[in-house]
């Protein structure tokens, strides 16, 4: 199980990692945050597709067509947390090394559009959110928790579902599927 946790956790953070790079690439340069947000979570439903290939090739494969749902949720959470664990530090280097302002763009351009989009006293809490937001992400540790909180709960939801999707208690399951 641990060859195919890895395996597949690499192959869901690597996807997700790509896309993050290429996509804070775009938004660094062009200035353009709007829909990247939604396409970034469309991207790690993409890459977490591999919780559902990992544990169904592990069920199939080694464990004859069954796998409790503990089981298979428990393959499907570690192998979002090799993915996440890699696109957090994916996010750590890009970040540091090569967009190091990003906070600084992205909360110029978060104010603005709250300048424009929200009336009178509401203004001033937002741009205060946004400002202590980017105050916390000055401390690493705060980079890392903001990062896993980012993507761990969509690939908690993708291996709740995969293991809904997935178990097999008996051979009579696997037989009247068939």
Same mark, same amino acid.
């Given at each position: 199980?641990?060859? !195919? *946790?890895?395996?597949? @956790?690499?192959?869901? @953070? /690597?996807?997700?990692?790509?896309?993050? *790079? /290429?996509?804070? /690439?775009?938004?660094?340069?062009?200035?353009?945050?709007?829909?990247?947000?939604?396409? &970034?979570?469309?991207?790690?439903? +993409?890459?977490?597709?591999?919780? #559902?290939? &990992? *544990? !169904? $090739?592990?069920?199939?494969?080694?464990? $004859? @067509?069954?796998?409790?749902?503990?089981?298979?949720?428990?393959? @499907?959470?570690?192998?979002?947390?090799?993915?996440? %664990?890699?696109?957090?530090? =994916?996010?750590? +280097?890009?970040?540091?090394?090569?967009?190091?302002? #990003?906070?600084?763009? #992205?909360?110029?351009?978060? +104010?603005?559009? +709250?300048?424009?989009?929200?009336?009178? %006293?509401?203004?001033?809490?937002?741009?205060?959110?946004?400002?202590?937001?980017?105050?916390?992400? !000055? $401390?690493?540790?705060? =980079?890392?928790? #903001?990062?896993?909180?980012?993507?761990?709960?969509?690939?908690?939801?993708?291996?709740?579902?995969? /293991?809904?999707?997935?178990?097999?208690?008996?051979?009579?399951?696997?037989?009247?599927?068939?």
């Amino acid at each position: 199980m641990k060859k !195919k *946790v890895w395996k597949y @956790g690499l192959i869901a @953070g /690597a996807l997700v990692s790509l896309w993050m *790079v /290429a996509s804070i /690439a775009y938004c660094y340069s062009t200035q353009q945050f709007e829909g990247s947000i939604w396409l &970034g979570y469309a991207s790690m439903i +993409i890459a977490f597709s591999m919780i #559902f290939v &990992g *544990v !169904k $090739n592990y069920r199939d494969k080694e464990l $004859n @067509g069954i796998i409790s749902f503990g089981k298979a949720f428990k393959m @499907g959470l570690t192998i979002s947390l090799v993915a996440s %664990t890699l696109y957090m530090l =994916v996010w750590l +280097i890009d970040y540091y090394v090569f967009v190091p302002d #990003f906070m600084d763009k #992205f909360t110029e351009h978060s +104010i603005s559009q +709250i300048q424009e989009n929200i009336d009178g %006293t509401e203004v001033k809490a937002k741009i205060e959110e946004m400002n202590s937001m980017k105050e916390l992400y !000055k $401390n690493p540790l705060m =980079v890392i928790l #903001f990062t896993y909180l980012e993507i761990l709960p969509v690939g908690l939801v993708v291996s709740l579902i995969t /293991a809904f999707i997935l178990k097999r208690k008996n051979k009579e399951t696997v037989l009247s599927r068939n």
